[in-house]
């Protein structure tokens, strides 16, 4: 056993200061091969455990992250609303399925093009800001362009987000035909979809995995608890209605 003491041995009482200060303390190397293990303060801990995503550049993966998350989350909570809204009004499996896959189209082409137009906006304001900036050489406002975000690169993103977050409802329970466990799996597999796509999300933004999760599927439940409640209060009020007869 090998006992190294750096900057000085000292007392105990030395050691607890340098302990505080962040500087060196004792550390023990058994067969010259040892563990080493610098005390490091509280702060300096968490700068640690969240070196995982250490060097990687968020501002250029942030517009495609947003439009995937964001595209995954609204195409599950939209399609599986629109699943268990229907299906408030009327339990008959193909109204169901019908509906979630008009939603699930309808929806992916609105956030492709959507995404497309709001992206391009910027894209031209912050080229316009680049060419008005005289002090910029030719290679710099290259540069400057290329870590521009991508109008198609984002409109594509989302729409393939939503598309794969409307397909997990529609592919689980579309071909259930009892009303009470076709409704109980699409709340179940929506739930477990919007708990990992928030902590996803979480996940490659380097934030906290489960508060990120936790903070989409609660918001998921509100949405589908406001979409049942408010179309079962419509087919109460006109009892007798039935959305099915032309499907």
């Given at each position: 056993l090998h006992v190294q003491?750096?900057?000085?041995g000292g007392s105990s009482r030395r050691r607890r200061r340098r302990r505080r200060r962040g500087g060196s303390s004792l550390h023990v190397v058994e067969g010259g091969r040892g563990r080493r293990r610098p005390e490091r303060s509280r702060r300096r801990r968490r700068r640690w455990r969240r070196g995982r995503w250490r060097g990687v550049n968020y501002m250029a993966r942030a517009q495609w992250l947003r439009a995937a998350v964001l595209g995954a989350n609204d195409g599950l909570v939209s399609v599986a609303s629109l699943m268990i809204g229907i299906g408030a009004v009327n339990e008959n499996n193909k109204a169901m399925l019908v509906s979630g896959?008009?939603?699930?189209?309808?929806?992916?082409?609105?956030?492709a093009i959507g995404e497309f137009v709001s992206v391009y906006a910027q894209y031209d304001i912050e080229v316009t800001q680049i060419e008005r900036d005289g002090d910029i050489d030719g290679a710099d406002a290259a540069a400057a362009r290329e870590k521009l975000p991508s109008p198609t690169q984002a409109a594509f993103a989302s729409a393939l987000a939503f598309a794969i977050g409307g397909l997990l409802p529609l592919l689980t329970s579309g071909f259930i035909k009892p009303w009470g466990p076709r409704v109980g799996v699409v709340c179940a597999a929506s739930s477990v979809g919007l708990a990992g796509f928030g902590a996803a999300g979480g996940y490659l933004g380097g934030a906290n995995m489960v508060?990120?999760?936790?903070?989409?599927?609660?918001?998921g439940w509100l949405a589908m608890l406001i979409t049942y409640a408010v179309l079962r209060l419509f087919a109460t009020i006109f009892h007798g209605m039935n959305i099915s007869s032309s499907a």
């Amino acid at each position: 056993l090998h006992v190294q003491v750096a900057q000085g041995g000292g007392s105990s009482r030395r050691r607890r200061r340098r302990r505080r200060r962040g500087g060196s303390s004792l550390h023990v190397v058994e067969g010259g091969r040892g563990r080493r293990r610098p005390e490091r303060s509280r702060r300096r801990r968490r700068r640690w455990r969240r070196g995982r995503w250490r060097g990687v550049n968020y501002m250029a993966r942030a517009q495609w992250l947003r439009a995937a998350v964001l595209g995954a989350n609204d195409g599950l909570v939209s399609v599986a609303s629109l699943m268990i809204g229907i299906g408030a009004v009327n339990e008959n499996n193909k109204a169901m399925l019908v509906s979630g896959l008009a939603g699930l189209v309808a929806g992916a082409c609105s956030m492709a093009i959507g995404e497309f137009v709001s992206v391009y906006a910027q894209y031209d304001i912050e080229v316009t800001q680049i060419e008005r900036d005289g002090d910029i050489d030719g290679a710099d406002a290259a540069a400057a362009r290329e870590k521009l975000p991508s109008p198609t690169q984002a409109a594509f993103a989302s729409a393939l987000a939503f598309a794969i977050g409307g397909l997990l409802p529609l592919l689980t329970s579309g071909f259930i035909k009892p009303w009470g466990p076709r409704v109980g799996v699409v709340c179940a597999a929506s739930s477990v979809g919007l708990a990992g796509f928030g902590a996803a999300g979480g996940y490659l933004g380097g934030a906290n995995m489960v508060r990120s999760g936790t903070r989409v599927l609660l918001g998921g439940w509100l949405a589908m608890l406001i979409t049942y409640a408010v179309l079962r209060l419509f087919a109460t009020i006109f009892h007798g209605m039935n959305i099915s007869s032309s499907a």
